[in-house]
């Protein structure tokens, strides 16, 4: 099944985002830092998104880069309160902070939808 990896140091936030994943048919799961995020993409196939807020000073903007070039079929969501340093970036979802929990469960769904197409099959399950 594929999976939503999400990075986030807000409990809250982590436990929301991961339930949404998990309503719109993805396993799910969240870690706290960056930095641990790419030994657990090497050691997993089933990532299909990866939801990052802003909170390493900039890590988060590498991350995006790495996973873009070694895993070009991962979905990328980014929570920021800094517009700053996006340019030369490869294709993501941006949520700008602050932000609503009404505009992350719809960006989930976007991202979500997008690493499943499935769901969107007349045979598959739709969430619209």
Not at 32 to 41: G, M, N, T
Not at 49 to 71: F, H, P, S, Y
Not at 80 to 85: C, E, M, P, R
């Amino acid at each position: 099944m594929p999976a939503a990896l999400v990075i986030e140091h807000e409990p809250e936030l982590a436990t929301f985002a991961v339930a949404a994943f998990k309503w719109f048919g993805l396993d799910a799961f969240s870690i706290e830092r960056v930095s641990d995020a790419i030994e657990i993409l090497e050691s997993s196939n089933d990532i299909a998104v990866v939801m990052i807020n802003d909170t390493e000073e900039g890590k988060e903007l590498q991350l995006i880069k790495v996973v873009a070039r070694r895993w070009p079929t991962i979905k990328l969501a980014l929570l920021s309160a800094h517009l700053d340093n996006l340019r030369d970036l490869p294709p993501f979802v941006f949520i700008a902070k602050p932000t609503t929990a009404e505009l992350i469960f719809a960006i989930i769904e976007r991202v979500a939808l997008a690493a499943r197409p499935d769901l969107n099959s007349p045979n598959g399950k739709s969430f619209n």
